[in-house]
T-cell receptor
Framework: KAGVTQTPRYLIKTRGQQVTLSCSPI?????VSWYQQTPGQGLQFLFE???????NKGNFPGRFSGRQFSNSRSEMNVSTLELGDSALYLC?????????????FGQGTRLTVV | AQSVTQPDIHITVSEGASLELRCNYS??????LFWYVQSPGQGLQLLLK??????LVQGIKGFEAEFKRSQSSFNLRKPSVHWSDAAEYFC?????????????FGTGTLLAVQP
């Protein structure tokens, strides 16, 4: 069974640009969550999608957005990049419609903003 | 508010020694608790989880954790550490408030293993 796949693995962008990250969940999983990991702030929840609907959102500015497609694949977008957006972005997939099921993480996308 | 505290930022143990990583949580009901491990530059791998029932849970790679409601703790243990266990370990609690798979993480404990 394939795991969670995130693409690309590495990205370098310039301040002011925008970026789109992709996540393909485990087959059959309908919940996809995104997290930002930085040395200073640790692992912070960005948002969760379930059946193409955002059902939970963290405390991030509106520059961070996401969506989920009918095949459960998800994308997140960051517009007007800032140096502080440099981070490891992790995607997690889970089965649970009811929530609180175990989440499986991808390898992450390392974003560097210069 | 829900939170997870991992008091130890960095721990060094000798190979073959026992290990205990501490985790305390703040939660208003019966928590869903998890331990994850992360190798440098990699994603998170689930070691074990507690949802209900037996308070001593077994995980992969020889790890176990014990849920103690009276102490709001979920400490991770391993009887004999291997050099390959060197990594960062995160404790997490499942958020409450509707159907969600959102996790709240502790700040992590970096484990070094010396020969």
């Amino acid at each position: 069974k394939a795991g969670v796949t995130q693409t690309p693995r590495y990205l370098i962008k310039t301040r002011g640009q925008q970026v789109t990250l992709s996540c393909s969940p485990i087959s059959g999983h309908r919940s996809v969550s995104w997290y930002q990991q930085t040395p200073g702030q640790g692992l912070q929840f960005l948002f969760e999608y379930f059946s193409e609907t955002q059902r939970n959102k963290g405390n991030f500015p509106g520059r961070f957005s996401g969506r989920q497609f009918s095949n459960s694949r998800s994308e997140m977008n960051v517009s007007t990049l800032e140096l502080g957006d440099s981070a490891l972005y992790l995607c997690a997939s889970a089965t649970g419609g009811a929530g609180n099921t175990e989440a499986f993480f991808g390898q992450g996308t390392r974003l560097t903003v210069v | 508010a829900q939170s997870v505290t991992q008091p130890d930022i960095h721990i060094t143990v000798s190979e073959g020694a026992s290990l205990e990583l501490r985790c305390n949580y703040s939660y208003g009901a019966t928590p869903y608790l998890f331990w994850y491990v992360q190798s440098p530059g990699q994603g998170l791998q689930l070691l074990l989880k507690y949802f209900s029932g037996d308070t001593l849970v077994q995980g992969i790679k020889g790890f176990e954790a014990e849920f103690k409601r009276s102490q709001s703790s979920f400490n991770l243990r391993k009887p004999s550490v291997h050099w390959s266990d060197a990594a960062e370990y995160f404790c997490a609690v499942g958020a409450y408030g509707g159907a969600t798979n959102k996790l709240i993480f502790g700040t992590g404990t970096l484990l070094a293993v010396q020969p």
